[in-house]
């Protein structure tokens, strides 16, 4: 899953594909370079970002989604939890919400994704952005994340989405320290008990730096592609990057292995 942030301040690479024309470029480009689903975002949910009115956010991402419809092949996801701009980005030809919130911030979004058939990416989080850091507190982070994503799977299969549509995302970097990051990634064999598709996104984020040291987003790559390259062995059936081609290289190759495992 290729990222597209059609935002002037996402933590990674804000600003980059604000003009709608070269964020149609990017998206084709990352299908190009092996992208097999692209997610398009119009607000930033890094820690301390604030809500944009729903205007705001369809301002910025229908002209790119419009735009890109007809002309990629890979599915477009949504990346809001506003009922609004997910209905309205459904019937421009996106086929995926990507929720952030877990269907806790606009509730009202299950109905439009109940009613429109489109696949549904549950995310494990806990509060909004300004608070996630106040409710990073786990005793059993692997079992409290698994028991809190099963709650939503199920708030969702009751208000109407098919279950085998809901794809599941432990919420690296969201209301998590490092530890628990490090520990969900590390664990996430563990995860295949709630029986839905994983989808991970380690991406440049800030729990690499354990690792790395203190870097810019940007120069976190090579630590990306250690993350990704141990959660597809853990099990992630997608995994969410900024460098397609890179990453690409990535799961290829982790593929043949396994594949090779498979066949001795």
């Known amino acids: 899953m290729g990222i597209l942030n059609v935002t002037p301040d996402s933590f990674a690479d804000g600003g980059l594909w604000t003009d ?16 097999d689903l692209i997610d398009i975002g119009g607000e930033s949910t890094r820690p301390g970002a604030e809500a944009l009115p729903f205007e705001t956010e369809l301002a910025r991402v229908m002209p790119v989604i419009e735009a890109l419809a007809s002309r990629l092949r890979a599915p477009i996801s949504v990346d809001t939890y506003k009922a609004e701009v997910a209905s309205r980005a459904l019937a421009a030809g996106a086929a995926i919400v990507n929720d952030v919130s877990a269907l806790r911030y606009d509730p009202a979004l299950a109905s439009v994704v109940a009613q429109t058939g489109a696949a549904l990416v549950l995310m494990h989080n806990r509060g909004r952005s300004r608070q996630m850091y106040q409710e990073a507190h786990y005793s059993a982070v692997v079992d409290e994340v698994a028991s809190e994503l099963a709650e939503r799977v199920d708030a969702a299969v009751a208000a109407g989405v098919d279950r085998d549509r809901v794809i599941v995302d432990p919420g690296i970097g969201f209301a998590k320290q490092a ?52 959660a597809v ?20 190759t982790i593929d043949a292995m396994r594949d090779a495992g498979r066949a001795t």
């Open 20 to 35: 709608p024309a070269r964020a149609v470029d990017a998206a084709l480009q990352m299908e190009a370079d092996g992208a």
């Open 179 to 230: 530890a628990h990051s490090l520990e969900l990634l590390a664990r996430l064999p563990e995860l295949a008990r709630l029986d839905r598709p994983l989808l991970v996104g380690p991406s440049r984020k800030s729990f690499l730096t354990v690792g790395l040291g203190a870097r810019a987003p940007g120069d976190r790559e090579w630590g990306t592609a250690a993350v990704v390259a141990a």
């Open 233 to 252: 062995m853990g099990g992630a059936h997608i995994v969410r990057v900024h460098a397609v081609k890179e990453m690409v290289d990535v799961v290829r």
